[in-house]
Nanobody, 117 residues
Framework: EVQLVESGGGLVQPGGSLRLSCAASGFTFAEYAMSWVRQAPGKKLEWVSDITWNGGSTYYAESMTGRFTISRDNSKNTVYLQMNSLKPEDTAVYYC??????????WGEGTLVAVST
């Protein structure tokens, strides 16, 4: 059974940092690209970042470029999202997702990030 478990969310002040983690199990993690996506209150799902199976290439949504960094440790079956210079508009539930042959095929339950004074 595929499982993705996010952690690391919380309340942070504007300008602060958080590091999200996503622990994966139930599939051969090192063979798949992974994504982070987010959903802000009352808004549609928004793609954040992708990382290829070996971490060799990373991709970011324009508004996150330069502030967020995705990485992975295939020995730990874990993907990370380092978020710096956080803004109130980054407030959302953050999900990691496994990239299958036709797009995202498995999701975690998400971790809430709240950026506020």
């Amino acid at each position: 059974e595929v499982q993705l478990v996010e952690s690391g969310g919380g309340l942070v002040q504007p300008g602060g940092s958080l590091r999200l983690s996503c622990a994966a199990s139930g599939f051969t993690f090192a063979e798949y690209a992974m994504s982070w996506v987010r959903q802000a209150p009352g808004k549609k799902l928004e793609w954040v970042s992708d990382i290829t199976w070996n971490g060799g290439s990373t991709y970011y949504a324009e508004s996150m470029t330069g502030r967020f960094t995705i990485s992975r440790d295939n020995s730990k079956n874990t993907v990370y999202l380092q978020m710096n210079s956080l803004k109130p508009e980054d407030t959302a539930v953050y999900y990691c997702a496994k990239v299958g042959d036709y797009g995202w095929d498995y999701w975690g339950e998400g971790t809430l990030v709240a950026v506020s004074t």
